[in-house]
């Protein structure tokens, strides 16, 4: 009744609402997700014990050596951003409407976090070692770098197994709110 009280006015409300809640929607879940992976960087950077090494040949050596020390960076990238991810996406879940807004929004913000994550976190960690080790004395100690663990030295960090961390954890939150029926109870 009142909205032929109000003629067209609530139409051209209703259509604004309709581009502008998805869009200001989806814009707000990717900054949140992109703001947390920063923070989540952070955290990473600051709890990270970086592995020593020693210079022999100008080459840098890692000691003691083995994948336990070389693989703590990606260990914990792990145990940070998974759960980070679960929570995010639960959080997302919440939102009322635009589930398939919100879904999209969620797998695209999780993919940029875990980006930003592992950007911030690599970018505030000390040097690449390899570089540090060329011109220094034999036995000289150098801390490695902050890196995500890949099938070898030459590929992109991001194509690391650990990169879907955040996306997995954020798509199994997400799909918990949605499968769970909280939300329905929530409204109920």
Known sequence: MSDRLTGGATDATRMSDRLTGPLT?????VLGFTAAGALAGLAWEALW?????????DEWLMAPSGPDVSFSGTALYVLLAL???VVLGALAGLLRHHEVVTTGSVVLGSVVAGWVMYAVGHALGPPDPRV?????PDYTQVP???????PDETTSPYLSTAAVALPLGASGGLGFIYLSGFRQRQQG
């Open 144 to 150: 490695g770098d902050l890196v995500l663990a890949g």
């Open 25 to 29: 929607r989806a814009l707000l879940v």
């Open 83 to 85: 759960p980070v991810g």
């Open 49 to 57: 014990e970086p592995p020593t090494g020693v210079v022999i040949e």
């Open 132 to 136: 540090l080790a060329a011109g220094e």
